[in-house]
Every structure is written in structure tokens, then in C-alpha cells.
């Protein structure tokens, strides 16, 4: 049960600015997720609001109650380290009661909370082990046990799963899902660098931009993919990433009629919102968005195929992008048996394409 | 390495033969005093220790007994003393006791090897002696020729390896020797415990606080807690010694404990620090995200995590105040010499006994082995300690 | 009262003290001077964590002053002084007197000696006994025995090799290994070694030598055994042969440790005292400086001379202290 404010936050190790402008409202029962590229400031933020890093400025609240200078253990939070940071040399009961015995709380009580947490966790017949002797993912279920008993206002992980094999992080992201949907009312913020994982858990993500060290976009999982704010957010979210192509302005109005600079001209059913004729722009398009386009429909893009990648369910594509500029990426679902050189006509559904202008913002954010 | 095609077995042997050779070298000198600790004073006076090791071939001038006391009558006029040698000679209780080997045996000084054993020496007019190779002999002749002395028998014998324990009982239980060890033991072991132990809590916090807390200095004091390791600890002991006479402490255990607890610090800050440090940073933030304080994270996480450490540094402080000479004999040992150490009195033991090897060796043999068992024992932290250790 | 009990007592008093002094220092610093409460509470947990450090290192900061840091500056102060002139300031007088003294000037000979030979011995042979005992399968205890003079006293190594090198009569039985080789070899007569000037500190050192292989092997094996496996096997396939490898691909691999070993017995052999002390206590020009200050300081009870030749010793220190000071700042960047 709990709210986060955070206003206006930024953090710097002397003049190196890590973070800056960071404005952001989570509610009650919200799972956050923070993602961006390494380096983006996403473990940091978080080991702000946990109080083991400095707010360099900026205001941060935690139900209305300013925590800039709350010592982490009074701030209600429970952390969950990437390394599960377990003690080692104590028994997983141990381990669990550990912030319990520190704030002093009965034994029974005590043993009561490390009880239930292990039962949702399934660690009952483990709870007189040392951490070195259980499996990845038992250590990592201790580590959140750790924090389900303190009982805390506000859950931070940071990547949990990261050192867990493939398979079993998909059971634990699974796991992590179901323990949120039974604690509707706690709050959570989950760093990790998976989208996978981001779209999956996450009620609202929230993108970290590693050059302008701001915040891309805050927003639903679906929002971020149909609707991304930013070039920077478009290219971010999604595997392969945006086709982004350059263009000009040749129509505006209610939609907004484009020259591609290697290819058709478009009509992108978005309101031009202020741009007018000649403006230099950027039009983007995922890649399962393409579709091989059929006699007389109207090709966006032609290029000759360089290379192919047949993965079974969906046949990637690499297009040539005209001079200097990078491949243009298609998925084709099924296997397409596209030859080297053969060139491919391109069309896609129109509410399916977005415009950035100039400055890598979105046209319909404008 | 080893499984690589075509590696020259020759090559291999060298080797072997080669790590062989530097073992022998290395253990041989320790192997002399520890044999040398178990020899008589006359085997060692006699031998050379490497020659404890084998069966001693030895010449001894035995004799028969006495045959007016002990002959027996034959009849027709002939006599015969039997008996053993080593008995007569009183080096044995009986035959059955008898570990030498006589190898050859004569009856004159220029022949001392004319016979083998159970040979019957002929001594002329119908005399006549035989002697079995472990000394039983019957010696024959008339009333005349057995009269007198026994007769004399020059043996070549071997004796196998003997030891005995003997010097120890002498060096550490005998309370009439002035010279023992028992009272040094004690004094050293009395020095030793406490100089280990203090130092090591009071690193502990120190290198805690340079490893893991945040404060303006500190890595000044890194860099001066790095010079102080090779300080030389002569540069102390004037200043330190008048310092201790003025505050009345003077020389004694409790001087000695404190210079001990002084120049082993940077070493342990060092060491404990360099260990601290690679202590996994999420489990020292998680103890804090658990309600921690520095105290209770020192006491509960770190203290316990770095075992290794704390007991490398203990070992190697040990064996330093145990084979400490100097700072004892600067501030501990007084004039009235009851708080000598182990080895201070060996130093005396040069100086005064220095061709009695059986005490010297013994004595410093009871030194040494303490150590020897720990380093035996705890080996692994020592070598941890030590790469731990050296400034990179 | 018993020494022993005493020795308890101290225990109890030492290590029941720290833990008292750390424990309530702390309390007081939380609960008393910056109290985590009131209007004031963050400001007041953030000057106690400023403090806090401070607590944890006093005793130890304090012991080092007294115990290692302050001597350095009285001992300086000392070796300008004259104790029988009720310490008035001499200048460098003491200096002088050193410098004028034949047994100082054989004492810096000899340290230069075994300054020369005793660290490079050590560490060769080291290297040596590294390189050959990681390659078989009885190697970790040919190298605990090679370690284990580490464990051995000085005192007790220096009674260890006066056996080796005991001299007897003529017409007695050599007990001694190396009179007993010697004369096995065609000697005429025994030899007391430790009398002959100049071969004598070679004696004395191979004490040292055979103490500090152990040392050097440990540390050097250790390195060894970091190089990446790959560039051996890269060279091996590039057709180099076992002495190539070991020189032109292991050797600079494990430079840095080498000098680390070499720099670590050279300090040990600048305060080599004890081995000294016992077998010869510097007669046939064996003198070295550390037995020399403790002549002086000692026997001679002359304080000035005494702390003037520790300042010697110090210097000699000096520049290996620099040494590992700079490299541990850069290591911390």
C-alpha cells in the first residue's frame, strides 16, 4: 500500500550527470518496470528510491512523506539483489528472518512470516539449508522470500532473474507475475534490461534513454509498442527494432502525405500537427508490420533482399537501404523462400506507420 | 599439460627427479635436528646423524668371565666357562636382549677379524673359544689356561638404529635443569595468545571502516596503513622502551603484548582489508535495506564472511611472536631472566652448550614444533594469508 | 600473579574492551550525540555516519601512530642527540662517529650482500621449485615441504644450520654434514665454516635462502597458475619448446609478482637480525646493520649512534615504501 513521487530527480558522481529531469507518479498496486540500455541509469534510480545511492536533487516521496534523507532500512522497502546478495553463511530460515530479528520483532512472530512466505515460495523443506546448497532458482526464490516477510510498502528487484538459465527465468517471471497478482496492493518497481520480461510483468515501464540520461516514455506495455513517444523509445521496444526511414513532407492536413527519400510516397493517417511541406522527417515501420506486397497495392518500399534469416514460425528479411544507409528489416511469417538479389515490393497497413519529426518526437504527441 | 601428444617422458622423470633432489635438500637440514634430538649424547659425539638412520657397525674389546669364578669342571682335567659377551660386559640383561650382529670376531688386536661367527678359535695347547654371532660363547682349555682373567674377544659387530627420548624427558620434565624449556615454553606461550588475539579485533574494525565505509581520507590512510607494513620495527624499540619505562609499564608481558598488537597492525588492517573489500557489495546493501547498523552488519555479516582472513592473519602472527627474538629481548626479558622465551634461551644455549647438540637440538626442536603442527594443520590459510598479503 | 593468568586477564580485558569500546561508542553516537529522532533526524543520521568511521578506525590509527609512526620521528630526533649529554642536540655528530667506525661500514657491506644475492636466490629458487612441482602429481607436498622453514624461528634455523656446519677435531668424527662432505671429498683438515671471513656470510645467508624459497615458491606458483592456459597452449602449438615457453611466454607474464617476491625478501633481509645474532653475533666480519644497532643500542648503550644507524636502515626501506605506497594508490583509482 503504497505511492511514489519522485520530482524533478537527478543524480551526478561529480559533473557526470547519470539521470536528470526524472518526474514520475506510481501508484498503489502498480508493478514498474524500469528498462533502457546498459548504462541508462535504470539500477540507479532504483537504488535511489531503495536509499543506498544519493538523490542529487530533486524530491522523493514515498505516501507524501519526503525520503531523500530516510536511511534505507526506514523507508518500508525491501530490495531484491541481481547476485540475490543471500548471506552465506546462514541457513535460508536465517537469511529470511535476518531484518526481522534486527528490527527486534517476537519469535513467534518471526516464525509465524518466515512460515507463509515459505510455503507461497515452496521453500518449507529447504528453510535449514545454506544458500550454497540450492539451485539457482530456490536462491532466488529465498532472496524474494527475504523481502515477502518484512512485509514492506514498496518491492524493488533489480533484473532478479538475469542469473538464471532460460528456462527457468520464463517459470519465474511466470512466478513473479502470480506473486503480484496476490498481493494486489504492494507496490513494485522491477529493473531489468529483457523487454520480454518488461511486457510481460509490467503494468507501466517505464524507458530510460542512455544518451540524454531522461526518461523516454512512461506508459502501458502496448502503449510504448503501438504508440512510441520518441525514435529513441520506437527502436527501443521490439525485436528487430523500427524500420525507421528518412522522408519529407509533401501533404498536410488531417493526415500527413510523406516522400520517402528511398522509396514511395506514403499517406500515414496522422494529423500533421503543425509540420508543413518540405520538412525533413523520419517515417517507421516494425518489421512484422511489412508485408509483401500483392499486384496493385501500394508498395511502400522496394529493395533487393541481402540476406535471410529462416527461424520456421517467421522468415526475416534484410533489405538493402539505399546509399549509407543501414539494412531495412522484414519478418514475413512462415517460411518465404526469398532468393539473394531477388528485389521485394513492401506495403503495410497504414495505423500501423509512424511519423517522428525532425527531433525524434512522434507527430501524434505533438 | 601432461595430456598433450608427444610430451618426452624422459623429460617427465627429469622432473621428478629434479622436485626429489630440492625436497631432500630442503627437509635435510630440519631432518638432522630432529634426529640429532633423539641420538645419546655418545652416538651423536660418535657419528654423524645421516649414519643414525642405518645399522652402526662398531669393533668392541669384550671379555669372557671370569673363569676362577664361573668355570665349570669338565672332568679329565679340562675346564669350560659358557656365557654370553654382551652379558659379562654388562651392556645387556640377558642373550635374549642382545641387538647387535657380530660380523667378524678375533682373539688378538692384530687379527681382529680371523673368524666368523661360530668359527672355534684355537688359542693353542688344546685351548679353545667359540663365539656365536650374537655373543654366546664356551671357552675350553685345562686348570692352567682357565685361571686368571677372562679371555679377551674382539668383535666386529652390527647394532641396529637405536633413539631415545631421553634428551626430552632431560630438556622439557626434569625440574632440577636450569637450562629446560619448560618454563620458557609457558613464558612464550603466554607472550603468543593474547599478541594474537588483540591485534586481530581492533584490525578487524579498522580495515571495515577502510573498506567499506564512506569518509573524506581514506584512501590517505590506505596508503599510510601501506607504508607502515615495511616500516622496520628497530626504528621502535628505543623510543617505545623509554616510552614504556615512562608510563611505568618497563619491560614485562604487558609491554610486550602492546608492541606485539602495535607492529603486527598493518599487516592485519592490510590483510583483513584487501579481504574485506571483495566481499560482495549487494550482501553488504542488502544487510543495510535489512535495517543493519554498520555494528550489527560488522558483528553479523562481515565478521563471520571473512574467516579466511582473520584466521590467515592469526597464523601468521603467531608464528611471528612465537619466532620473535628481538622484541622479547627488548621488552619483555628483564634481569632476572623468569620471563625468558623459547627463543631467547636458545640463543644462551649457543652461547653457553654450544658442542652439546643433544640439548641444543632438543631445545630447539621443542620450539619449533608448535609452529610446525600449525603450519601443518592450517597450511591453506597461511598460503591464502600470504598471497593475500604482498602488495601487488 | 601467574603469568598466565595474567595473559588471561589481558585477553579478556583486550578483546571484552574493543567490543565494549566499538559497541558503546556506537550507541552513544546514535542515541545521545545525533539521535535519530525529532525534526531533525536525517540530518542528525548523516552526521553520526560521518563520525562512525572514525570510532571504528581510533584504536587501530592509534596504535599505528604510537607504534610505528611516532618511533620513525624519535629515532630521527635521537640520532641528533647525545644521551650522555642529557640528549642536547649534536647535529649529525653520531653520523660522523658511524661513518668513522670500520664494523658500520662492514656491516653496509655485508647488507649489500645479502641485499645481492639473498632475494635473487630466493626467488630463483622459488620460481624453480613453482615451475617444476606444479607439473606432478606429488607436487602439493613437495611444496608444503619446501614451504615449511617458513614456520621455523630464525633462532631455531640458525641452531638447524650451526649442526650443518659443526667442526670437530681432526681425529674426531665430523658431525657436521658439510665437514663430513668435505673431508669425504679429499679435505685435509675439518674446517670451522662460520670463522672463514667472507664465505662465512654466505653461510649465514643460505639460512635465509633456504627460509624464503618457500616464500617465493607460494607466491610465484600462485602467478603460474593465473597465466590464461590459453597462451600456453597457443605457444606450444606455435612450436615452442618447454624453455621457450617458460621464458618468452610465462616469465613476463608473471613479472609483476616476481618483483612483489623480490621487493618483500628484500625487506625481510634489511631487518635480518636473529640469524645473525645467533650463529655469529657478527664476529669474523659478518656484522650486518640491524646487529649492529643492536650492539649499539644494546650493549654499547649508545643510543645516539644506535638510533642513527636504524635511520640508516629506514632509508634503505625508503624507497621500496614509496614504492608499494605509489602502487597502491594506483591500484585504488
Not at chain 1, 553463511?89 to 535476518?98: G, K, P, Y
Not at chain 3, 649512534?305 to 640508516?312: E, L, N, P, T, Y
Request: aromatic share 10%.
Amino acid at each position: 500500500m503504497a505511492s511514489l513521487l519522485l520530482t524533478d530527480v537527478a543524480k551526478s558522481y561529480g559533473k557526470v550527470e547519470v539521470l536528470k529531469n526524472i518526474d514520475l507518479d506510481i501508484k498503489t498496486g502498480e508493478l514498474i518496470v524500469f528498462v533502457g540500455p546498459s548504462g541508462c541509469g535504470k539500477s540507479t534510480l532504483l537504488r535511489m528510491i531503495a536509499g543506498l545511492e544519493s538523490i542529487s536533487s530533486g524530491d522523493f516521496q514515498i505516501d507524501g512523506e519526503r525520503m531523500n534523507e530516510v536511511p534505507p532500512s526506514k523507508r518500508g522497502i525491501a530490495m531484491v539483489f541481481q547476485s540475490y546478495a543471500l548471506y552465506p553463511h546462514m541457513t535460508v530460515r536465517d537469511n529470511m528472518s535476518f531484518s526481522l530479528q534486527i528490527a527486534k520483532m517476537s519469535k513467534k512472530e518471526i516464525d509465524e512470516r518466515v512460515a507463509k512466505a515459505a510455503r507461497i515460495l515452496q521453500l518449507e523443506q529447504y528453510l535449514d539449508r545454506l544458500p550454497k546448497a540450492l539451485s539457482g532458482g530456490q536462491r532466488q526464490r529465498v532472496a524474494i522470500g527475504r523481502s515477502i516477510v518484512r512485509d514492506p510498502k514498496v518491492y524493488l528487484f533489480d533484473e532478479p532473474l538475469s542469473n538464471l538459465d532460460a528456462a527457468l527465468r520464463v517459470d519465474t517471471r511466470i512466478e513473479i507475475a502470480q506473486l503480484k497478482e496476490d498481493m494486489p496492493n504492494s507496490t513494485m518497481i522491477y529493473v531489468t534490461h529483457d523487454q520480454v520480461e518488461a511486457m510481460t510483468l509490467a503494468t507501466r515501464i517505464v524507458v530510460l534513454n542512455n544518451v540524454t540520461h531522461t526518461i523516454g516514455q512512461v506508459g502501458t506495455p502496448l502503449e510504448l509498442y503501438e504508440k512510441p513517444k520518441n525514435t529513441f523509445v520506437a527502436q527501443f521496444i521490439g525485436s528487430p527494432k523500427m524500420n525507421l526511414l528518412e522522408a519529407t513532407v509533401t501533404g498536410v492536413g488531417d493526415s500527413t502525405e510523406v516522400k520517402l527519400t528511398h522509396g514511395e510516397t506514403v499517406t500515414v493517417p496522422i494529423p500533421s500537427n503543425g509540420a508543413s511541406v518540405g520538412d525533413k522527417v523520419e517515417f517507421g515501420i516494425r518489421p512484422e508490420d511489412f508485408l509483401v506486397a500483392d499486384d496493385g497495392a501500394d508498395v511502400i518500399y522496394s529493395g533487393e533482399a541481402l540476406y535471410t534469416e529462416k527461424l520456421g514460425e517467421v522468415t526475416v528479411v534484410y533489405l538493402k537501404g539505399g546509399a549509407g544507409v543501414s539494412p531495412l528489416i522484414a519478418k514475413i511469417p512462415g517460411i518465404a523462400h526469398v532468393k539473394k538479389g531477388e528485389t521485394l515490393h513492401l506495403t503495410g497497413a497504414p495505423e500501423k506507420m509512424h511519423l517522428f519529426a525532425g527531433d525524434g518526437e512522434s507527430f501524434l504527441y505533438k | 599439460m601432461a595430456a598433450i601428444a608427444g610430451t618426452k617422458s624422459s623429460l617427465t622423470w627429469a622432473v621428478h627427479l629434479s622436485v626429489a633432489a630440492l625436497v631432500l635438500l630442503w627437509i635435510f637440514p630440519t631432518a638432522g635436528l630432529l634426529v640429532s634430538s633423539f641420538r645419546t649424547t655418545d652416538q651423536i659425539r660418535s657419528s654423524g646423524w645421516w649414519a643414525a638412520m642405518f645399522p652402526a657397525t662398531a669393533n668392541e674389546t669384550l671379555r669372557a668371565a671370569d673363569p676362577d669364578d664361573f668355570r665349570v669342571d669338565l672332568g679329565d682335567g679340562r675346564f669350560a666357562v659358557s656365557g654370553n659377551l654382551y652379558v659379562e660386559d654388562g651392556s645387556v640383561e640377558t642373550p635374549d636382549d642382545v641387538q647387535a650382529v657380530i660380523q667378524v670376531w678375533g682373539t688378538s688386536s692384530r687379527a681382529i677379524d680371523a673368524f666368523v661367527p661360530g668359527d672355534t678359535a684355537d688359542l693353542g695347547d688344546g685351548e679353545t673359544i667359540t663365539v656365536q654371532s650374537n655373543g654366546d660363547y664356551v671357552w675350553e682349555g685345562d686348570d692352567d689356561q682357565m685361571s686368571g682373567r677372562g679371555q679377551r674377544v674382539f668383535v666386529t659387530a652390527e647394532s641396529p638404529p637405536e633413539f631415545t627420548l631421553n634428551n626430552y624427558q632431560n630438556v622439557l620434565f626434569d625440574p632440577a635443569n636450569r637450562e629446560g624449556m619448560a618454563q620458557a615454553f609457558f613464558n612464550t606461550l603466554t607472550v603468543t595468545i593474547p599478541a594474537t588475539i588483540i591485534p586481530i579485533l581492533v584490525a578487524a574494525f579498522a580495515a571495515y571502516a577502510l573498506a567499506w565505509m564512506d569518509f573524506p581520507g581514506r584512501a590517505l590512510l590506505i596508503a599510510f596503513v601501506v607504508a607502515l607494513l615495511v616500516v622496520p620495527l628497530q626504528l621502535a624499540l628505543i623510543p617505545l622502551l623509554q616510552l614504556h619505562n615512562d608510563i611505568g609499564i618497563g619491560k614485562g608481558y604487558l609491554g610486550v603484548w602492546l608492541a606485539h598488537t602495535g607492529f603486527g597492525m598493518p599487516l592485519a588492517i592490510y590483510l583483513l582489508r584487501n579481504y574485506m573489500v571483495g566481499l560482495p557489495r549487494d550482501i553488504i546493501e542488502n544487510a543495510k535495506v535489512d535495517g543493519a547498523t554498520d555494528f550489527q552488519i560488522f558483528v553479523k555479516i562481515i565478521l563471520p564472511l571473512s574467516f579466511p582472513a582473520l584466521a590467515s592473519f592469526a597464523i601468521f602472527q603467531f608464528l611471528w611472536t612465537w619466532n620473535d627474538l628481538l622484541v622479547a629481548l627488548v621488552f619483555l626479558i628483564d634481569a632476572t631472566g623468569q620471563t625468558t622465551v623459547m627463543t631467547r634461551q636458545i640463543v644462551e644455549l649457543l652461547g653457553t652448550r654450544g658442542g652439546d647438540w643433544e640439548i641444543l637440538a632438543t631445545s630447539a626442536f621443542v620450539s619449533i614444533a608448535v609452529p610446525l603442527v600449525v603450519f601443518f594443520l592450517m597450511q591453506r590459510y597461511l598460503v591464502r594469508g600470504l598471497l593475500a598479503g604482498s602488495v601487488k | 600473579m601467574n603469568p598466565a593468568v595474567q595473559g588471561l586477564i589481558t585477553i579478556i580485558i583486550g578483546v571484552g574492551g574493543c567490543v565494549g569500546y566499538f559497541y558503546f561508542s556506537n550507541q552513544i553516537l546514535d542515541k545521545f550525540i545525533f539521535p535519530a529522532t525529532g525534526p531533525q533526524a536525517g540530518r542528525n543520521i548523516s552526521r553520526a555516519n560521518a563520525v562512525r568511521p572514525w570510532l571504528f578506525l581510533f584504536p587501530a590509527l592509534f596504535a599505528l601512530s604510537l607504534y610505528l609512526a611516532y618511533p620513525v620521528f624519535e629515532t630521527l630526533r635521537l640520532s641528533l642527540t647525545d644521551r650522555n649529554a642529557g640528549g642536547a642536540f649534536v647535529g649529525l655528530d653520531n653520523y660522523t662517529q658511524m661513518f668513522g667506525e670500520d664494523k658500520f661500514w662492514e656491516a653496509v657491506r655485508n647488507n649489500l650482500l645479502w641485499l645481492l644475492i639473498v632475494p635473487a636466490a630466493s626467488t630463483a629458487f622459488g620460481l624453480l621449485a613453482a615451475q617444476l612441482t606444479d607439473r606432478i602429481s606429488w607436487g602439493n607436498i613437495a611444496k608444503s615441504l619446501i614451504f615449511m622453514p617458513m614456520a621455523i624461528s630464525f633462532v631455531g634455523a640458525a641452531v638447524i644450520f650451526k649442526l650443518i656446519y659443526d667442526a670437530r677435531p681432526e681425529d674426531m668424527a665430523q658431525i657436521g654434514i658439510m665437514n663430513a662432505v668435505y673431508l669425504q671429498l679429499g679435505g685435509e683438515s675439518p674446517i670451522t665454516w662460520l670463522t672463514v671471513p667472507f664465505w662465512n656470510n654466505i653461510f649465514l645467508m643460505v639460512v635465509l635462502i633456504w627460509i624464503q624459497t618457500g616464500f617465493a615458491m607460494v607466491i610465484l606458483s600462485a602467478a603460474l597458475r593465473g597465466i590464461p592456459e590459453e597462451t600456453i597452449e597457443a605457444a606450444i602449438i606455435d612450436g615452442a619448446n618447454p624453455f621457450q615457453v617458460f621464458f618468452k611466454i610465462k616469465m613476463p607474464q608473471i613479472a609483476g609478482t616476481i618483483v612483489v617476491v623480490w621487493t618483500t625478501i628484500t625487506i625481510v633481509v634489511l631487518k635480518v637480525f636473529d640469524i645473525v645474532f645467533a650463529m655469529t653475533n657478527g664476529q669474523w666480519e659478518t656484522q650486518v646493520l640491524a646487529n649492529y644497532m643492536y650492539d649499539k643500542l644494546f650493549r654499547a648503550n649508545d643510543w645516539g649512534v644506535g638510533s642513527a644507524s636504524a635511520i640508516i636502515i629506514m632509508l634503505m626501506v625508503t624507497p621500496i615504501l614509496v614504492w608499494n605506497v605509489y602502487n597502491a594508490r594506483k591500484e585504488m583509482r
